[in-house]
């Protein structure tokens, strides 16, 4: 029976909404000669003191060092995990893949909670910003609480549609029981991303089922994907940008490190979502060169893109917001919490505590990044 999969619709979101998001920035803007020298001035743009680091012509040697440094970043850290079979301590079903995949969610939950929700609240309560409404109301966690609520309809909504048009309504049914249950703790018996909810609870037998699991390996996949790839837009955008050589230096080996370990935790899903060669291929492929894109055309759009703009202050802060929600949800709800509540993690008091120490290890490292990133 065909699996219900959702990677090109993903996908095509993700990539409408990162052209959107440039054509909006590259609208130009008609404002006074005076009137934008006021605004570069209020807003810091001019500011004396960022004189010594701005320099184009190291700026555009290193975005293209930067360009080059992340794409294979990327590409190690997402292919890795792919390529973990053949090494048999590796394997998705091994203790080592188990706390490798800890430490990279460690990654992704500290990438939303200490970059990206951060950096939503410092453009959204920019100065350039009118008070009403943008001081006045929370509007990062705002969207962030509904981002989280939306990536909880999208995974429930899935669910239910393969449930009602792929199994024939057969959930919840009678004959669910105790063969059920148990069959809902050995569908979650190993480390995985999305191995179905086993937070102690009982599931319908649809949910017991394979196939079932297998959709919901891919649902959490896909959607991480597609958050990590709004969040890489706006980053690559923002440095392709600037000719602060001082923030691109900071921001190298931040990303660096960034990509490497986030693209572990993503290659990890996809690892254990069974896709086909062709859409690993795509996936790993959006990935790695989202990043650098966001990058070149930044460097392309530098001189009709104002990081200090109402309008891209606005845009950037709302996604960043979205983007901050969905890898919060997704790091907290489908991948710690499913690893530490499963049976593998429980029956293993040592296995457990190695995979907090080494979800610690990665959120802390990652939340170091901050100071620089």
């Not at 939303?112 to 410092?122: A, I, K, Q, R, W």
């Not at 995985?192 to 949910?207: K, Q, R, V």
């Not at 790695?288 to 845009?315: F, R």
Request: overall charge neutral; glycine content about 10%; proline content about 4%.
């Amino acid at each position: 029976m065909a699996v219900l999969e959702p990677t090109a619709h993903c996908l095509n979101a993700a990539l409408a909404m990162a052209l959107l998001l440039l054509l909006v920035l590259a609208r130009p803007e008609a404002v006074s000669a005076n009137e934008e020298n006021q605004k570069q001035l209020h807003c810091g743009e001019d500011n004396p003191s960022l004189g010594r680091c701005r320099n184009g012509p190291q700026a555009m040697k290193l975005k293209v060092i930067a360009i080059v440094s992340i794409l294979v970043a990327s590409m190690i850290g997402v292919c890795l995990p792919m390529f973990s079979h053949s090494v048999p301590s590796l394997k998705p079903d091994s203790n080592a893949f188990a706390i490798v995949k800890t430490f990279a969610s460690g990654v992704i939950l500290a990438t939303g909670y200490m970059h990206v929700l951060p950096d939503s609240f410092e453009y959204l309560h920019s100065d350039c910003l009118p008070v009403h409404p943008w001081r006045k109301f929370p509007f990062t966690t705002f969207v962030a609480m509904l981002s989280a609520v939306a990536t909880q309809m999208v995974d429930s909504f899935s669910m239910s549609f393969y449930r009602k048009y792929k199994m024939g309504g057969s959930a919840g049914g009678a004959s669910s029981g105790n063969a059920s249950k148990d069959g809902a703790v050995a569908a979650a018996g190993g480390s995985g991303c999305g191995n179905g909810h086993s937070h102690g609870w009982s599931f319908g037998e649809a949910d017991t089922d394979d196939k079932s699991q297998l959709l919901r390996l891919r649902v959490v996949a896909q959607v991480l994907e597609m958050g990590i790839l709004v969040h890489s837009v706006v980053i690559g955008l923002s440095l392709g940008a600037t000719d602060n050589v001082c923030t691109i230096r900071s921001l190298l080996a931040a990303l660096c490190f960034h990509q490497l370990f986030e693209g572990m935790g993503l290659g990890g899903c996809i690892l254990q979502g069974e896709f086909g060669a062709k859409v690993k291929m795509v996936m790993a492929f959006f990935f790695s060169v989202t990043t650098p894109l966001g990058i070149a055309l930044g460097m392309g759009l530098s001189h009709v893109y104002s990081q200090s703009s109402p309008t891209a202050l606005i845009v950037v802060g709302l996604l960043n917001a979205c983007s901050a929600g969905l890898l919060n949800y997704m790091a907290l709800v489908d991948l710690i919490a499913l690893d530490f509540m499963g049976p593998k993690m429980q029956g293993n008091m040592k296995l457990q505590a190695f995979g907090y120490a080494a979800l610690l290890l990665g959120a802390g490292g990652m939340s170091l990044m901050a100071v620089w990133a």
